[in-house]
């Protein structure tokens, strides 16, 4: 994989339900019965699974294997507690030595945020960062700080790093045992004036990103900084619409990335009154029994409807906003196997 598609699968987040339903799993004979809007979304992202262990994406016509967004899924799965089975098999394809190494880089090119984002992915499995896949990614990432406390690709002239790099390997950090002291200041130190943080550090001008200051919340939470973290709460709920959703940075419409993201934040942080608005936002934006078969329980990226380049991400990150689960605490631990179906009326 080159350095382009590998960078963009790190970051790559309709219709209420239409009659009386109910969730129940796909395979029963092991999982409980579930109702929940998050629960129907996970069964769907499982069975969009390439094989059942991946995701891939179109970069300059070429297929290449999607590691970022079948993160994105593993986190979903156990949010949900469900859907273990999917999981484990998207785990182990992500520890094969080809995906980890292409992924997280090798030799002198080594990329921070997608260390970290595996890091965490093993954690949330239930599976020792120091040993996933033959790599120590703990190690891996304290070799990857720089003096300012900054986590950071190499070489680093080609360092491309931001804000969800920083926050992801501070959330996995502490999880392990603790993040350092000065990776938990610099991040800090980004901070612009009214409270919310910006996705590319060092900029002439500070500009507050909505996702990132939701990543970048639940990492302070992590490393126990809660008034640095209220800071930006504080921000993303000015930013909150009245329905409850939140736009990304630049745009006017709100969509089911940002929002879930935002929404765990809340959750993260208790404050579940904005939280309950984003989750209800996204329901929302839920298809329902009214949908095809097919679609049942995706998550549209907007308003505009379902869409499928945007569907499997938007139903991931989404996720994350209905679960009420930080990313500090999610675990697959005690998930129920197979993918929820939505069982409507005929």
Known sequence: MTRIPARA??????????????????????AT????????????????LVGGSHFVTVFDGVTYPNQGETIDAILAFAATKTASNYG?????????????????????????GATAKVALAAEVAGINPARFGKVNLIARLRGLIVASGRYSDRPLNENYSN????????????????APVRAVRFLISSECK??????????????????????DVQALLAAGQRAAAVRGLTWLKHVQLGN??????????????????????FAAARWYRNAALAAKFLRGL?????????????????????AESTAVDATAQGILGLADVSLATISARGSSRGAPRLECAA
């Open 244 to 265: 409850g959703g939140l736009d990304a940075s630049g745009a006017t419409t709100p969509n089911a990335n940002t929002t879930g993201l935002a929404g765990e934040a």
């Open 163 to 178: 804000a969800f790099s920083q926050a992801l390997a501070i959330i996995a950090l502490s999880r392990y045992s603790h």
């Open 88 to 112: 484990a098999k998207a785990t182990r394809w992500l520890e094969r030595p080809s995906v980890l190494s292409n992924y997280i880089g090798s030799g002198a090119d080594l990329y921070a």
């Open 9 to 30: 699968a790190v970051f790559l987040a309709t219709l209420a339900f239409g009659c009386t339903a109910a969730i129940i799993p796909a395979a029963a004979a092991s």
């Open 194 to 215: 009214n409270g919310g943080f910006p996705l590319d550090f060092g900029q002439p001008t500070c500009v507050s990103d909505t996702d990132s200051t939701a990543m």
């Open 33 to 48: 019965t579930s109702t929940g809007a998050g629960q129907a979304a996970s069964g769907w992202l499982a069975r969009q």
């Open 286 to 306: 839920q298809l329902g029994c009214s949908a095809k078969s097919s679609r049942r329980g995706a998550i549209a990226y907007d308003s505009s409807g379902f």
